[in-house]
């Protein structure tokens, strides 16, 4: 198993720019989880689904979207970046609650942006 | 989120216990307390969660006060690549929103 997996590792944007954060994991877990990082900080959710086709706001959505078309990817969208977007992004996953393995979040390697 | 309190930093002799402490004094009783840690810019790793009991597993021992006010994490030999942030939070089992803080800087030392 890969585990989780995001793509691009890096990357910088323009401010105004659009792009897409690719996460997708190959554990057939149904939960997943987008943080962010600002340096020197602890993590800050921004967007979490439970299934494919359902999603809700974390307690950072502004700026963002995200879609949950198959239960293996969640991309999170970026449609004007900022320089406020500036950040490290970390996807994650879990098995859904009343599984044993719902008390372990499965952390990706990050995404390094920078709004410029 | 109940809130959790841990000092920003702590050193640790290697070979040596690592005690890293965490205050969550507004606990609610069906809020469990979770470790993770974060090594480098990696991604967080879980360690181990807890609700009354202690725990303990291949990587790490949780000890939980009987008033379940603070608790405190356990590395027992630490080694060099135990050197993370540590994160303690407190959050309800089915909680999709666990709130990482700034968490504890431990760094292991030859």
């Keep these: 198993n890969a585990g989780v997996t995001q793509t691009p590792k890096f990357r910088i ?10 996460c997708a994991q190959d554990m ?19 967007y979490y689904s439970v299934g494919a ?23 999170l969208r970026l449609e004007l970046a900022a ?6 992004y970390f996807c994650a996953s879990s098995q859904s609650p009343g599984t044993s393995g719902r008390d372990t979040q499965y952390f990706g390697p990050g995404t390094r942006l920078t709004v410029l | 989120d109940a809130k959790t309190t841990q000092p ?15 205050n969550h004094s507004t606990i609610s009783g069906n809020e469990y307390v979770y470790w993770y840690r974060q090594i480098h810019s990696q991604g ?37 690549r135990d050197t993370a942030v540590y994160y303690c939070i407190a959050s309800l089992y089915n909680n999709n929103d666990m709130r990482f803080g700034a968490g504890t800087r431990l760094t292991v030392k030859p």
């Excluded at chain 1, 944007?13 to 690719?22: C, E, F, N, P, Y």
């Excluded at chain 2, 920003?8 to 965490?22: H, K, T, V």
Aim: hydrophobic share 30%; net charge negative.
């Design chain 1, 13 to 22: 944007l323009k401010i105004g720019q659009s792009m897409t954060l690719q």
């Design chain 1, 28 to 46: 057939n877990h149904n939960y997943m989880y987008w943080y962010r990082q600002d340096p020197g900080m602890g993590l800050k959710l921004i």
């Design chain 1, 53 to 75: 086709g359902i999603t809700d706001k974390g307690e950072v959505p502004n700026g963002y979207n995200v879609s949950r078309s198959t239960t293996e990817d969640f991309p």
């Design chain 1, 83 to 88: 320089p406020s977007q500036t950040s490290v």
């Design chain 2, 8 to 22: 920003p930093s702590m050193d640790c002799a290697e070979g040596r216990a690592a005690n890293l402490p965490c």
């Design chain 2, 44 to 80: 967080p790793q879980y360690i181990i969660h807890g609700l009354k009991n202690n725990e303990t597993n291949e990587m790490a021992s949780l000890i939980i006060t009987e008033d379940r006010k603070s608790s405190t994490l356990i590395l027992p030999h630490a080694t060099l």
